[in-house]
């Protein structure tokens, strides 16, 4: 299975490409025009990518500042240039790669992800100090786990964080975690007078 994973931002998005090598789009211009460049960089990154599945990190919603406004932009252009490209894709919420990526989800930092990476794996990421083209490392190799292809092994607590995401059915592949299923509503008992 061919997947990609996607940490998005808008000052340097990394990437994680079905051959496991990593890159970045770093775009060009000032203001909105940044996301002109990210469409372009992205739609051409699939284009030669060819993925059947991207594996995008999630907008956690909790940005102050002009990263509210910036970062759900970013997200809107990177999905438009998927869906346009004809591929589907995931979103991963951050707590839960952290957790998948190293047992503990809202403490791991940039640094316990690298250093999961480099331990679990043997990769480095050179130059990559916001850790970008680490944790889309990690966005691929969730989309493997859970397609029943690892890329590396992880133990079962860490791989029980990968049942939160609704992994979608792509063709015949199905994903080893059954999706989520949704909240029941409580019933209230009805307490006799």
Request: net charge positive; with cysteine; hydrophobic share 40%.
């Amino acid at each position: 299975m061919r997947i990609m994973g996607a940490d998005l931002s808008m000052k340097c998005t990394g990437l994680c490409f079905p051959d496991d090598s990593t890159a970045v789009i770093k775009p060009r211009g000032k203001g909105d025009r940044r996301l002109l460049s990210i469409e372009e960089r992205m739609t051409a990154a699939l284009r030669v990518a060819r993925p059947d599945l991207v594996v995008i990190e999630d907008d956690p919603g909790l940005f102050r500042g002009a990263s509210a406004k910036v970062i759900p932009m970013v997200h809107a252009t990177v999905r438009l240039a998927v869906m346009r490209s004809g591929v589907p894709y995931v979103l991963v919420n951050t707590k839960t790669l952290k957790l998948y990526a190293t047992g503990y989800g809202g403490g791991a930092d940039k640094d316990s992800m690298a250093l999961a990476a480099l331990t679990r794996a043997g990769r480095k990421f050179p130059g990559d100090k916001g850790g970008d083209q680490c944790d889309a490392w990690w966005l691929r190799a969730a989309g493997h786990a859970a397609y029943g292809e690892p890329v590396v092994r992880m133990p079962q607590h860490n791989m029980d964080a990968l049942r939160a995401v609704a992994w979608p059915v792509l063709g015949d592949t199905v994903p080893v975690f059954a999706p989520p299923l949704p909240k029941q509503p409580r019933r209230r008992r009805k307490v006799a007078a």
